[in-house]
DNA sequence: CTTTACTGTAATATTTAGTATTACAGATGG
DNA sequence: CCATCTGTAATACTAAATATTACAGTAAAG
């Protein structure tokens, strides 16, 4: 999965704590320690999803497109996933071999199952949570 | 987290499927369509948990090392985990920062969290209610 | 007791994905 | 119109996953 996911709690952590201030992507990248590109990038992704809003141009910046409460861990979960969490194999199974014949197929279900699972616990956690806990 | 996961729940299925008979790293690579020195390896990392039992020399292979009901996909996935399921960023945050300086432990607090959610899934699902799936 | 068919494991190469860097056009405020 | 910011693409670099090869060790079978 990489470390998409943490670094995207990172960003909105800093935007909660901000309010309705602004953050340059210098400031985020030098809390969170990576290139400044890499934080526009990921915004950029959030941004997509209504997470975040930015203002271009001189004075510019980023803060949260919603309530920090009203922002969870499932939202960033989704906007983050590229791969299951539990991994995608990269060969192609036999499909002369029953078991490699379905096994996709199975696979697929017990991942849509699992994902359930995390986005129920996921649902519960907003940003305001978890910046909470921050002193 | 790779795809070392599906990997083991193909290879406990075929093994499940097998009973008693012993199937070899060839036969199980052939249905996988992957390279037998890596089955092996994955293997020799189940058998360490008690999952597979192997039996060397000709006529040698592979077989559960548990009931089918006995081995749950927590078994499965304590096995093969390296990594945080949603992923590990490999920045150092920085420590002047009041959100750098915590973040690290409030995210490994989250997973801690997740993990539990997920592992108490895992644990009602044994390999034989997987490979019951198949025809 | 030698041949054959396996496992166990390490060394190495290759591929792929993730991350970093650089660059620059576009926007906006002063 | 200059300074400071975002948006985005192109490219380079790094690290992790996977593949391949090789071979020693073990056990069955003749």
Redesign the pocket.
């Known amino acids: 999965?990489?470390?998409?996911f943490p670094?995207a709690i990172h960003i909105l952590t800093l935007l909660s704590k901000a309010g309705d201030d602004?953050?340059?992507?210098?400031?985020?990248a030098g809390s969170i320690?990576?290139?400044?590109?890499?934080?526009?990038?990921e915004?950029?992704n959030l941004?997509n999803r209504g997470l975040i809003i930015?203002?271009?141009?001189?004075?510019?910046?980023?803060r949260l497109g919603k309530l920090p409460g009203q922002v969870t861990l499932a939202d960033v979960y989704l906007a983050v996933k590229?791969?299951p969490v539990l991994?995608?194999?990269?060969?192609t199974p036999n499909p002369a071999c029953p078991v490699g014949k379905q096994i996709n197929k199975n696979i697929d279900k017990l991942y849509a199952n699992l994902d359930k699972t995390l986005l129920e616990k996921l649902t519960t956690i907003s940003i305001e949570d978890f910046s909470n806990q921050f002193d």
């Open positions: 999965m990489g470390g998409r670094i602004l953050l340059s992507s210098d400031y985020i320690n990576i290139n400044p590109a890499l934080v526009r990038k915004i950029s941004r930015s203002k271009e141009g001189k004075s510019g910046g980023y590229t791969q991994g995608a194999a990269k060969n």
